[in-house]
């Protein structure tokens, strides 16, 4: 029979009213018999023809409307399932799945063109870092080189040519530190970004198993996959041995997925496709095999794959918001200007508007002290100084394992109020680790509970009960463990090759972490044991010919393995399994033992992953030949005789533990959103401090699904959001951002998984793993974690909160000298003029830029450097901006009072020792040095050395607002340095012949030097009297954290029963 059809169908939208024609496509089953293009479904704009094949029985063909139509008409879409769908591939055999990607065994260079061009390239979309050339342009880009760009243009156009180099030159300076500190910053990205992610992928061409890069794989590829390769693309699995891979960079989940082969169930009318988490019988980019082997076909490639599609969202929307210090210090530098623009009409008004002279020359005197009046209000090294700090803090971070990849994190981490973070790898050692050993009798009743206390992948252990003390049953009992761990296992565990030097029981090995754990279990046994009969483990494994295996089954649960001891004549089966698989299979009832039941809940409760271990010696495999996967599964696994309950887990960093508490003292709450089992999740969050012992109160833990199933509204009317979130989704770590910033928090959400990335990018701070991280996840995160450590988090928010103290204290440095400077030279217009009635500088324009780039920075880079306070992190987060009303009070009382010292020191050499000689008729004193300047131009030398000495001291007034200046360290050297260094430089401008008088335009004294040290005596007792004043009668600048009323306290229950500990 034959089918020959045309096919037109228009569909009438009833609420637009308008007539619309779509393409359809037909969906074939049942195809095996037929050849490869046969099955390629056939497509067209309006019409299908020529789709002519044969009717098989069992076979049948449908015409399926694309699911943006149907969803448009509101059709159900539960029947668009078809093979050609690459994302409905794990509802298909994997033959079928091969064919519809174009598998072929003669895969030549033209067949991976074809499907590249077809399907496009293994490439994600990622946020990639700039160029040196962006970077350069936007580091010149911005407020503070637009005013110095047109102070250069008008420098040139009056020719004051030194001015105008000197311009040039703060210019680069400013934009050079910026671009160097951010260049080094990308590089340091780049160096990391792709750390831990897979590079080639081995494909099987032609017949021939070959190396590529990953970016040369295509669909319809076969890839080959061995324990520890991680997947280059979504793959059909077609063959599998033992296979496990870790999906917890996609889905969270914390332990390895066992693969399978069969196509999974349709999705039924009004149901959810299966989640990507349980389709068994697919492999996802970036997920590593954690144990075993198999073999897959690509259906997905670059920015299709289910990363990939994670990574071309993330890749949306640009870049994040400017930061508050960002805008603050842009609205501060257009304040400035228009106050600058004010200030100059009023100097032209001193200067009676003679802007142009009556010969039609410019008035230049009156161009450059305007502009010698805007550069002293600007704070030119303000922003240059500010990248430095961060710098410095960057260097400090990158040497605690916390790479920065933007610096205005720096800003945000001071003000977190609350961490959102991941557990596995973070909180968590992120590594299965033997927990405890429970011997059990045959009834099940257990009798013995063994804990090991030692390092990860080493044989040492110190035992709860030493082992050499055990006896009788128990000695018997637990060498039969022993030797079931062995023998009934895939991993291997060996001492290093060689062994290290500094611990010669240091162990290493392949295959899924908690097979890992089990044999690091066995090892413990054999160290604690102290038996010469078993001196390693392969005297457990000696004698022993393997009698076949079973494999572990998703569906049984169990592994179990079969063996002969020909010189013993022994036969022996080794099961282990879930307890609840082990526990019906074995003789004696165990399953019914109250005592054993009780002590499975005590271990699940505390977190713990607990397998059976059991065995049976009575199925006879004497030859070689025989195997036990000749029986049928159920009759080798039954009568089994229950030996131990074997408990393993993924502890907590000790780190973490430290950290959390850390963290609550700081007043920042933590949370724990992770894809764990709730009682998994709840334990480790007890033992590590996030949530208190004893029954949570409600509403402290949730769930991912009810979290996603809340509306805002119900969200915000809880009085506090969950402080645990298992089995959480993208969805749900996202949404628990949005809600905490609409509480107005500040939110810094840690992960590692490209499931964490939508968060991280919503979050104000989002922090990736640098080791366990994913590619996508690294280049949409602020700062990277080298060591994947939670304490290392918390160390940075630390930074954060020492580089915001930091920068509040010299931008109140930096603005008093810009205060000063402007009170000197706007009172001086009224007074101080020459025999033309003409203002007269009191400081040249050269020597005001030397103040606030030079001298200003000195100490602020040694503020910069200083060291936290010992309360720093018992303070609570950073609420307020840089500006608050005492600061502004700070520098413009300090500024006022170095501007009228200066002021003052000028008029004490004009009118005491020069009798009011500012000059004579004709001469100017502000652009040249005439022999009747000589006076001006050493009180100007002079109030340039007060304002620089005041300007100096001033930065240990500025350290803290309120304490007296010898109570703040006096170890920083930096500073010290900075003031000596600052005070001797004004030697050689001050008595250096050209530089004094041609570019500085003053002249140094003698006598002079002991009125500024006076002065300066002065000036610190009277910062010393207004600190007394302010602690006298303002508020507490903070109150430190209580703790207790941040972190959680359990809810009223009663006492309860010790558990097993590890």
């Known amino acids: 029979r034959s089918l020959s059809c045309t096919l037109s169908v228009i569909l009438v939208n009833a609420t637009s009213e308008n007539l619309r024609t779509f393409s359809f496509e037909p969906k074939v089953r049942g195809l095996a018999d037929l050849s490869e293009k046969e099955q390629k479904p056939a497509k067209s704009e309006l019409s299908f023809s020529s789709f002519d094949t044969r009717l098989q029985p069992g076979m049948s063909t449908e015409f399926v409307a694309p699911p943006a139509i149907l969803a448009e008409s509101g059709a159900s879409t539960n029947n668009d399932v078809s093979v050609s769908d690459p994302g409905k591939s794990h509802l298909f055999p994997a033959d079928d799945v091969y064919h519809a990607v174009g598998g072929t065994n003669s895969s030549n260079e033209e067949w991976v063109t074809q499907q590249r061009q077809l399907y496009g390239s293994n490439k994600l979309a990622e946020a990639h870092g700039k160029s040196l050339i962006s970077v350069i342009f936007w580091n010149f880009c911005n407020p503070l080189t637009a005013i110095l760009g047109a102070v250069l243009i008008l420098a040139c156009c009056i020719q004051e040519w030194i001015e105008a180099v000197v311009v040039v030159i703060v210019i680069f300076l400013n934009a050079g530190v910026s671009i160097i500190q951010e260049w080094k910053s990308e590089q340091s990205m780049a160096a990391i970004r792709h750390l831990g992610g897979a590079t080639n992928a081995t494909v099987v061409r032609d017949g021939r198993k070959q190396t590529i890069p990953l970016g040369d794989v295509v669909v319809g590829d076969v890839i080959e996959l061995k324990t520890g390769d991680v997947i280059p693309a979504d793959l059909r699995l077609m063959e599998i041995n033992r296979l496990e891979v870790d999906e917890a960079v996609l889905t969270g989940e914390s332990v390895p997925v066992v693969k399978t082969l069969a196509p999974l169930p349709a999705p039924k009318e009004g149901e959810f496709d299966v989640a990507v988490g349980d389709r068994t019988n697919m492999c996802f980019r970036q997920t590593s095999v954690s144990q075993g082997s198999g073999r897959g076909v690509v259906v997905c490639v670059g920015e299709k794959t289910e990363i990939g599609k994670i990574a071309a969202k993330l890749s949306e929307g640009g870049s994040k918001k400017k930061t508050a210090l960002t805008m603050t210090m842009e609205y501060l530098m257009y304040f400035l200007l228009v106050v600058g623009v004010i200030f100059g009409v009023f100097i032209f008004t001193a200067f009676r508007w003679e802007i142009v002279m009556p010969d039609g020359s410019v008035n230049n005197e009156a161009l450059l002290y305007a502009s010698a009046t805007l550069v002293a209000i600007l704070p030119e090294a303000a922003i240059v100084l500010i990248t430095v700090t961060m710098a410095i803090s960057v260097r400090r971070m990158a040497a605690s394992n916390a790479i920065v990849r933007n610096m205005t994190a720096l800003e945000q981490l001071g003000k977190v109020t609350d961490i959102c973070s991941d557990k596995t790898g973070t909180l968590t050692e992120g590594n299965m680790r033997p927990a405890g050993l429970v011997l059990c009798d045959a009834d099940g009743r257990p009798h013995q509970q063994l804990i090991p206390d030692g390092p990860r992948h080493n044989r040492r252990a110190t035992w709860s009960t030493p082992l050499t003390?055990?006896?009788?049953?128990?000695?018997?009992?637990?060498?039969?463990?022993?030797?079931?761990?062995?023998?009934?296992?895939?991993?291997?565990?060996?001492?290093?090759?060689?062994?290290?030097?500094?611990?010669?029981?240091?162990?290493?090995?392949?295959?899924?972490p908690t097979e890992l754990a089990l044999m690091e279990m066995a090892h413990k046994i054999v160290y604690g044991l102290k038996d010469s009969s078993i001196p390693t483990l392969d005297s457990a494994h000696a004698h022993w010919e393997a009698r076949g295996t079973f494999d572990f089954d998703s569906t049984t649960k169990t592994m179990s393995t079969g063996w002969h001891d020909p010189s013993a004549h022994a036969n022996l089966v080794t099961v282990k399994g879930a307890p609840e698989a082990i526990l019906p299979r074995c003789a004696g009832n165990p399953g019914d033992n109250a005592a054993l039941v009780d002590t499975m809940e005590q271990l699940a409760q505390k977190g713990l992953r607990v397998l059976a271990v059991a065995q049976r010696t009575d199925l006879p495999l004497p030859e070689p030949t025989d195997d036990i996967t000749s029986f049928e599964r159920a009759d080798v696994e039954k009568d089994l005789r229950l030996l131990a309950l074997v408990a393993v887990r993924d502890p907590p960093k000790n780190s973490s533990i430290v950290a959390v508490k850390k963290c609550f003292s700081a007043g920042i709450v933590v949370r724990m959103l992770t894809g764990d089992h709730p009682s998994t999740a709840e334990a480790i969050a007890k033992e590590i401090g996030i949530i208190p012992e004893g029954t949570a109160p409600k509403g402290m833990i949730m769930t991912g699904p009810v979290l996603d199933s809340m509306t805002d509204a119900e969200l915000d009317a809880m009085v506090d959001l969950p402080l645990i979130v298992a089995r959480s989704s993208p969805a749900s770590k996202v949404r628990m951002v949005e809600a905490l910033h609409r509480r107005k928090k500040v939110v810094a959400m840690t992960g590692d998984g490209v499931n964490d990335s939508p968060a991280i990018k919503q979050a104000d701070v989002g922090v990736a793993m640098g080791i366990t991280g994913s590619d996508v996840t690294k280049g949409v995160a602020d700062i990277v974690i080298a060591d994947d450590n939670f304490a290392t988090i918390v160390s940075a928010v630390q930074e954060g909160r020492r580089i915001f103290t930091s920068i509040s204290s010299f931008v109140m440095h930096l603005l008093s000298g810009n205060m000063a400077e402007a009170v000197t030279l706007l009172i001086s217009l009224a007074f101080v003029t020459d025999a033309r009635d003409l203002p007269v500088f009191v400081l040249s324009p050269i020597a005001i830029l030397f103040v606030n780039t030079v001298t200003g920075s000195g100490p602020a880079i040694g503020i910069a450097l200083d060291e936290c306070p010992p309360d720093l992190m018992q303070r609570p987060p950073v609420s307020h901006g840089l500006f608050t009303f005492e600061a502004i009070l700070d520098f413009t009382v300090y500024g006022c009072m170095m501007g009228a010292m200066t002021l003052a020191t000028f008029s004490a050499y004009i009118w005491g020792v020069a009798g009011g000689n500012l000059g004579v008729e004709g001469e100017s004193c502000n652009k040249y040095d005439y022999a009747s300047c000589y006076h001006v131009m050493r009180a100007r030398g002079t109030a340039f050395l007060t304002l620089n000495t005041?300007?100096?001291?001033?930065?240990?007034?500025?350290?803290?607002?309120?304490?007296?200046?010898?109570?703040?360290?006096?170890?920083?050297?930096?500073?010290?340095?900075?003031?000596?260094?600052?005070?001797?430089?004004?030697?050689p401008l001050l008595y250096a012949p050209f530089i004094n008088n041609k570019v500085f335009k003053h002249l140094g004294g003698d006598w002079e030097w002991g009125m500024v040290a006076a002065m300066s005596v002065v000036f610190m007792a009277f910062a010393e009297m207004y600190k007394a004043i302010k602690r006298a009668t303002f508020s507490p600048l903070y109150k430190l954290v209580d703790s207790s009323k941040v972190a959680p306290s359990a809810a009223p229950t009663s006492a309860r029963r010790p558990i097993m500990s590890a």
Do not use: I
């Not at 060498?479 to 029981?505: I, Q």
């Not at 350290?959 to 430089?985: D, E, I, M």
């Open 469 to 512: 003390d055990l006896s009788g049953a128990d000695a018997s009992l637990l060498r039969d463990t022993l030797r079931a761990l062995v023998l009934c296992s895939t991993a291997k565990l060996v001492p290093v090759h060689g062994h290290t030097e500094a611990d010669p029981d240091e162990l290493e090995g392949t295959g899924s």
């Open 950 to 987: 005041l300007l100096l001291l001033h930065a240990y007034n500025c350290r803290h607002q309120r304490l007296p200046f010898w109570k703040s360290t006096l170890k920083n050297t930096v500073l010290w340095a900075s003031v000596v260094g600052g005070t001797l430089l004004c030697v």
